[in-house]
């Protein structure tokens, strides 16, 4: 199984900070990834697809990057509705497996 | 409204069977691929599986923690996809999401809300 590896594991940033978010896959994804954004008690929501592609509606302030084995989500001009957990996901073949999520909270 | 909207969840014993349903809205759920992910208590989230859509000849794919136990199934009369669950074990506890697949892409459009599945004795 491809294991993937989100860091840092939480973070603490203020509203108007820029924040980079990194997950490295185990093994060559392509650009086969996805960010999902989860806020406590909600279902998560797609941010990025294909490694750089942002999901209809959600803010141009969200950008990833990446191919291969290593890849970044990056938040410019915090919000305070940014604050949340992120997780990353590989689509490269079964079994799919995500990252262990990153908790971003406000400093 | 494009939705899916899941249910069937509850409290069943170890060992034990549950069907959970997600009623698709808004779309022709057989035109998608449809998975399914779980998220067990205070945890990330585990990809549970996938069915393809009708033209692709409704293809199943599991994670190695529920193959065999676990199936996927659709009725395109009721716009539903189903997670038929057998031999329940605790680490089972979760809640369960039903997710669309965009057309032409790989990636995850719609979420559901969520189901909650309880295993315990």
């Known amino acids: 199984d491809i294991q993937m590896t989100q860091s840092p594991s939480s973070l603490s940033a203020s509203v108007g900070d820029r924040v980079t978010i990194t997950c490295r896959a185990s093994q060559d994804i392509r650009n086969l990834l996805a960010w999902f954004q989860q806020k406590p008690g909600k279902a998560p929501k797609t941010l990025i697809y294909?490694?750089?592609s942002l999901q209809s509606g959600v803010p141009t302030r969200f950008s990833g990057s990446g191919s291969g084995t290593d890849f970044t989500l990056t938040i410019n001009s915090l919000q305070p509705e940014d604050f949340a957990t992120y997780f990353c996901?590989?689509?490269?073949?079964?079994?799919?497996?995500f990252g262990q999520g990153t908790r971003l909270e406000i400093k | 409204e494009v939705q899916v909207v899941e249910s069937g969840g509850g409290l069943v014993q170890p060992g034990g069977s549950l069907r959970l349903s997600c009623v698709a809205s808004g779309f022709i759920l057989s035109d998608h691929y449809m998975h399914w992910v779980r998220q067990a208590p205070g945890k990330g989230l585990e990809w549970v599986g996938r069915i393809t859509n009708k033209a692709a000849g409704y293809t199943a794919e599991y994670a190695a923690s529920v193959e065999g136990r676990f199936t996927m199934s659709t009725d395109d009369s009721k716009s539903s996809l189903n997670l038929r669950m057998d031999s329940l074990k605790i680490e089972d506890t979760a809640v369960y999401y039903c997710?669309?697949?965009?057309?032409?892409?790989?990636?995850?459009?719609?979420w559901g809300q969520g189901t909650v599945v309880t295993v315990s004795s």
């Open positions: 997710i669309r697949v965009a057309r032409g892409s790989r990636s995850y459009d719609i």
């Open positions: 996901q590989h689509y490269n073949g079964f079994p799919i497996t």
């Open positions: 294909d490694a750089t």
